[in-house]
């Protein structure tokens, strides 16, 4: 967070996202101290929604980072996850939500289909936050030649996320639903999947000169 208040000192989003009072955000910028609990997960995943790169994130599955953002953009709260994870102390939860500790299969798959359960949300909640706090960005500096482009590519990445997602459901589902779902799209004017196949094979095929 460092890097965060030189930059850009005390800020109301920062303090009202994080959900904290005045002088807890003055304790962290000025004396160094570390957030806590829910407040550590919701500043952990302001500072990864604007470009900074968190190690202990990075450490987290895929699940259960999607969890963290949920909780972080106000989709799910920690009451909710200890209810479904059937316990009973918020340290046990918070291990998990930070990576300290993994938890046992039967509890994974309980956080997965969680954050299966609000992947749609949680995806627009991340597009409208990125929207809302990209003056705070690290990956786009104001009033600069990359600023349209690097937005393009977040805007990009969100929707990929967004095909993967609906593909892997689709995979999961009847082969005779996913064979209607190509049939519709190569008979309609403009064939949706195969184009949208080629620009993609076109991206990737790509190669600088």
Known sequence: MDDFFKRHGKTSDFIEF???????????????????????????????????????????????????????????SIELLLKRCGLSKTSHLYNYLRGRSIPKIERLAILKKIANEHESARLLKYAENLELYKMYCVDFPKETSFSKENGLIADFRIVCEKVRHLGTKLLKGSVEQRFLMRDKMTTTQNPELHLTWEVLNSLLKEELK
């Open 18 to 76: 994080a959900k904290i009072a005045n002088n807890t955000e003055q304790s962290w910028r000025n004396a160094g101290k570390t957030p806590q609990g829910e407040s550590l997960i919701r500043a952990r995943h302001f500072l990864d929604l604007i470009g900074y790169q968190i190690d202990e994130i990075k450490l987290l599955s895929d699940s259960i980072y999607k969890v963290c953002q949920c909780v972080a953009f106000d989709i799910i």
